[in-house]
């Protein structure tokens, strides 16, 4: 298992480094650059500008001396737009924002879609089932960008329950952790439910229901477990869609995510910003697949050889 573990962190750091290159180029290629505006700078003002940052020096050593800054200190570089904060800060700001209620969301998708594609496949074709699938065609057909002015429409303008904007304490999580989990929590019971049901029909369950072996410790011990095989596969990159879906939740709800920022930078020509914010998310992605290997690993051993 600890070889199988090395080899996956052997491939993904590799990865990440491609990833951060790719990002700098792409960036850099972009038609302007972070100080084009409205009204050309004089030469001697952009001269400077591009010295003060290192934007005139030969694009192999901005790659080197971003990568070697990342890898060494984690340090993204200054604002381009904001004189006085560093990329570093920005995140800092916005992304424990963005975590918490990604976290929660991520939690309560998992629990609820997990519970309810397991019940709806043990009582398959029941009233159960049908209320299960119709709950999730429903839920999937409603992105965050619907759900959430639907819900600030709801609870906020008309009902007056709860806050639609801000995060100033738990009360304010609700509606954000909604509108973030609805559809993976649909897509999660979508995938579990139809693995379930493969599960259940195998030999090795006929056999413990043979031994006269409770239902509850057939579903709970035998049937769970590689039942979840294609539910890991989808998690990790569901958390990492709930980070970037965040976007859409930030606006609407004036959280001051992480989202909002990458949209400022995006406007603003903050090419330093949106870098490390593509880094970051990039990095998410990779973390979270490697986990989802080793868990697949852990699961299923046949996929260590």
Same mark, same amino acid.
């Given at each position: 298992?600890?070889?199988?573990?090395?080899?996956? +962190?052997?491939?993904?750091?590799?990865?990440?480094?491609?990833?951060?290159?790719?990002?700098?180029v792409l960036m850099h290629a972009a038609p302007g650059g972070p100080f084009t505006?409205?009204?050309e700078l004089p030469p001697e003002v952009m001269a400077n500008l591009n010295a003060k940052y290192g934007l005139d020096d030969p694009l192999w050593k901005q790659i080197g001396t971003y990568v070697w800054n990342i890898v060494s200190a984690f340090d993204f570089g200054p604002s381009f737009v904001y004189k006085d904060r560093t990329v570093n800060e920005i995140i800092a700001q916005g992304f424990p924002i963005t975590l918490t209620y990604g976290l929660i969301s991520f939690v309560l998708a998992v629990l609820v879609g997990v519970t309810l594609g397991v019940a709806a496949a043990i009582r398959h074709n029941s009233m159960l089932d049908y209320i299960a699938?119709?709950?999730?065609?429903?839920?999937?057909?409603?992105?965050?960008f619907?759900?959430?002015?639907?819900?600030?429409?709801?609870?906020?303008?008309?009902?007056?329950?709860l806050?639609?904007?801000?995060?100033?304490?738990?009360?304010?999580w609700i509606l954000p952790v909604i509108a973030l989990s609805t559809s993976?929590?649909?897509?999660?019971?979508? +995938?579990?439910?139809s693995s379930m049901l493969e599960v259940l029909t195998s030999n090795h369950i006929r056999t413990a229901r043979a031994k006269g072996l409770p239902e509850r410790r057939v579903i709970l011990r035998h049937a769970l477990k590689p039942a979840m095989l294609p539910v890991i596969s989808y998690l990790g990159p569901a958390f990492v869609a709930m980070?970037?879906?965040?976007?859409?939740?930030?606006?609407?709800?004036?959280?001051?995510? +992480?989202?909002?920022?990458?949209?400022?930078?995006?406007l603003n020509r903050d090419y330093a910003v949106m870098m490390g914010v593509t880094i970051l998310v990039g990095a998410l992605t990779i973390f979270f697949n490697l986990v989802v290997d080793i868990l697949y690993g852990w699961i299923d051993p046949k996929i260590r050889y």
């Open positions: 298992m600890f070889s199988y573990i090395l080899k996956r +962190i052997a491939i993904a750091i590799p990865t990440l480094l491609v990833l951060i290159v790719i990002s700098f505006a409205e009204r699938v119709g709950m999730s065609i429903g839920a999937q057909v409603l992105p965050n619907v759900m959430a002015p639907i819900l600030v429409l709801v609870f906020t303008l008309w009902l007056g329950w806050p639609g904007g801000g995060w100033q304490g738990p009360e304010y993976f929590m649909a897509s999660i019971a979508r +995938i579990t439910r980070i970037t879906g965040s976007v859409v939740v930030d606006i609407y709800f004036s959280t001051g995510g +992480i989202g909002k920022a990458f949209v400022d930078s995006a």
